[in-house]
């Protein structure tokens, strides 16, 4: 309440958050923020996909592993005793992003990904495993290696 009192807002900066929203769905969750936002105002989000290296976050339950959580399902991580928070587990996460700003009314006038390289060791038997669990298959190495590169994605939006 306090918050859509003081709108509207020139400029809203929203930080890893939108992949581990809970109780509400991403759409929503933006056009509600578009409802904040001044005609003329901006937004600037910083997304940590899921697909990222610490996507999961899983470091803050004793897992500091990259990419475990692409690698193992939600079910076998929670086996080995690693809480599982709540992520909304996107695998195509700039695509993803791009049709939730747009179906919540909002127009992407700036986006850059930042990427790291992945080490090597991502490569063979540790890779289809992830393809399997992640992508279900359905892409190929290059593919995912491009996406799990991608560590934050940042945006600048508007209103459509």
């Not at 509207?8 to 900066?13: C, G, K, L, N, Y």
């Not at 500091?64 to 086996?79: C, G, I, R, S, V």
Request: overall charge negative; some cysteine.
């Amino acid at each position: 309440d306090f918050v859509e009192q003081a709108a509207p807002f020139d400029r809203i900066v929203i930080y890893d958050t939108l992949d581990h929203l809970e109780g509400t769905d991403p759409v929503s969750f933006m056009a509600w923020v578009r409802k904040l936002l001044a005609d003329d105002g901006r937004i600037f989000i910083r997304a940590h996909p899921w697909t990222a290296r610490h996507g999961s976050h899983l470091y803050e339950s004793g897992l500091n592993k990259a990419y475990a959580h692409l690698a193992l399902t939600p079910d076998e991580l929670a086996q080995a005793g690693f809480e599982v928070k709540p992520n909304l587990r996107i695998s195509r996460p700039m695509a993803a992003y791009d049709n939730i700003f747009k179906d919540a009314g909002l127009k992407v006038t700036d986006r850059r990904g930042h990427t790291d390289p992945l080490e090597p060791y991502f490569a063979g038997a540790l890779l289809d495993r992830i393809i399997k669990v992640t992508w279900r298959g359905q892409i190929d190495p290059d593919a995912a290696l491009k996406i799990m590169c991608n560590q934050f994605i940042d945006y600048l939006l508007e209103k459509a």
